[in-house]
């Protein structure tokens, strides 16, 4: 079956590591993008990728890495920059065709910061 | 900056009954997306706008956009316990930005026997 994979589904990590959430997508998709939202909030854009091997920041960047070194993938690593990194992390690829025009989210990851 | 608001943020009502979510954005765009939220749960595409006077329904719930006025409705009707939920808005960026999309705060729904 296509589909979005996100992993892990839980995420603990201790105050100054690093950790990294894996999505991985074979829908065929170009254009991939990284989500946080908080509790009670709407979504806000982390980073997007159009094609591989390029990447843009989104309106949260700060304390954020990516990389697209594949079609598929696109991992985001989670710094220790990064203040307030409690959150559901939600992964996403992006269908164009004719008519069509929809991100498609992946399960998502619940990262808390002990 | 494009900003995105949704009104009501909560709405508690009753089965049967007759409602509808309001979008409305800042600036210039022609693609609208409406997606659904179930509680601890990732987000499901429920519709795609991509033009002025676009209308699309599933089941009981219908989505309409007016660029002009930049605005968007979904409209429930005869609500069942089943659409409780929360539901998002999002505005669409331009193809030279990714196609970024702009989310509203979401409307919690709560459909009440």
């Known amino acids: 079956d296509g589909g979005i994979t996100q992993s892990p589904k839980y995420l603990f990590r201790k105050e100054g590591q690093n950790v990294t959430l894996s999505c991985e997508q074979n829908l065929n998709h170009d254009a991939m993008y990284w989500y946080r939202q908080d509790p009670g909030q709407g979504l806000r854009l982390i980073y997007y990728s159009q094609i591989v091997n390029d990447f843009q920041k989104g309106d949260i960047a700060e304390g954020y890495s990516v990389s697209r070194e594949k079609k598929e993938s696109f991992p985001l690593t989670v710094t220790s920059a990064q203040k307030n990194p409690t959150a559901f992390y939600l992964c996403a690829s992006r269908k164009e065709a004719l008519g069509q025009d929809t991100q498609y989210f992946g399960p998502g990851t619940r990262l808390t910061v002990l | 900056e494009l900003k995105v608001e949704q009104n009501p943020l909560f709405l508690s009502m009753q089965e049967g009954k007759n409602y509808t979510i309001y979008c409305n954005y800042s600036?210039?765009?022609?693609?609208l997306y409406w997606y659904r939220q179930d509680p601890g749960k990732s987000l499901e595409s429920l519709f795609v706008l991509l033009s002025n006077g676009a209308v699309k329904q599933e089941g009981r719930l219908m989505a309409s956009l007016d660029t002009k006025a930049r605005l968007s409705t979904l409209h429930i009707t005869a609500a069942v316990h089943d659409l409780s939920a929360t539901y998002f808005c999002?505005?669409?960026?331009?193809?030279?930005?990714?196609?970024?999309?702009?989310f509203g705060e979401g409307t919690q729904l709560t459909v009440n026997p």
């Open positions: 600036t210039t765009s022609d693609r």
């Open positions: 999002a505005v669409g960026g331009r193809k030279t930005s990714g196609s970024r999309l702009t």
